[in-house]
């Protein structure tokens, strides 16, 4: 394979996805530390934070308003349905992105396969210009599952990208649990990206090697995503339990707003890891 250690991965093909809302935001160095949330999830849907809301509508709730005046077992049930139904959207969020992961897996699975047909010594002109039509097919439908959405949000990034965040009661005080975009502007994902299996055509001649880092840099991704949705089930049937005590007269309080200016409006545990 060609020396790429002078490769720029910002002339990558592999689409560069900024969420409906963030058309018109300009592109910011990776290396630039930014604070607060780009995006929460909130009344079940992922919404920009907006600052100037209240702690329940801006993190928890939406559009929906809470009062803490009146009824207040009522007000503690909308809240924990809210909570319940954001948990639930991140779960089939994380879901929707597996099933895109799987389908990347496919492909570089099969570019893996034509990748062996093209270097095999018994293998001729037609059958090495044929494994380079199929590579570039499945390279086309890497780049297209690249573009998926969930809820106007992308699914994928290139480099780092702010996460979505989940506000979560845990032991009286609110917490931040954050869901990540999968990173596909890794290198080996690029190289293949960038990449060809024959022919004379301008790209990287890939070997075994740099196949293998790009399935490795895919499973890292593969286990990443089954850790978050883990980490949300493990949530939802806490707030499931809080849910049930309700019928049992077993009440449940709205834990006060916590602010921070460093780690945003929410303790995040894993800040500091």
């Not at 979505?164 to 290198?187: C, H, M, N, Y």
């Amino acid at each position: 394979m060609k020396n790429t250690e002078n490769f720029n991965s910002n002339s990558t093909n592999i689409p560069i996805v900024f969420d409906q809302s963030d058309q018109t935001t300009p592109r910011v160095s990776q290396k630039q530390i930014q604070g607060g949330f780009a995006k929460v999830m909130a009344g079940g849907r992922i919404i920009r934070l907006q600052n100037d809301k209240p702690f329940l509508q801006r993190m928890v709730t939406g559009q929906a308003s809470v009062s803490t005046s009146l009824h207040p077992g009522s007000n503690s049930l909308a809240v924990l349905d809210s909570i319940k139904s954001n948990l639930e959207a991140g779960i089939d969020l994380v879901d929707t992105q597996e099933t895109a992961l799987a389908k990347i897996g496919g492909k570089l699975s099969e570019i893996a396969l034509v990748l062996n047909q093209a270097q095999s010594p018994k293998a001729t002109n037609e059958l090495r210009t044929m494994s380079q039509q199929r590579f570039q097919e499945c390279r086309n439908a890497i780049r297209s599952l690249a573009l998926q959405t969930y809820d106007g949000t992308a699914l994928f990034s290139h480099g780092k990208s702010k996460p979505i965040t989940f506000a979560v009661p845990a032991k009286g005080r609110w917490e931040g649990i954050s869901i990540d975009r999968a990173d596909l502007g890794q290198p080996g994902l690029i190289t293949v990206d960038q990449g060809k299996v024959y022919g004379e055509s301008p790209g990287y001649l890939l070997d075994a090697g740099s196949v293998k880092r790009a399935c490795d840099e895919w499973r890292a991704l593969c286990i990443s995503n089954r850790m978050q949705w883990g980490l949300l089930a493990d949530r939802l049937r806490g707030i499931v339990n809080c849910l049930l005590n309700f019928d049992h007269h077993r009440p449940w309080e709205i834990p006060e707003s916590q602010t921070g200016k460093l780690i945003g409006p929410l303790r995040r545990p894993n800040q500091n890891n």
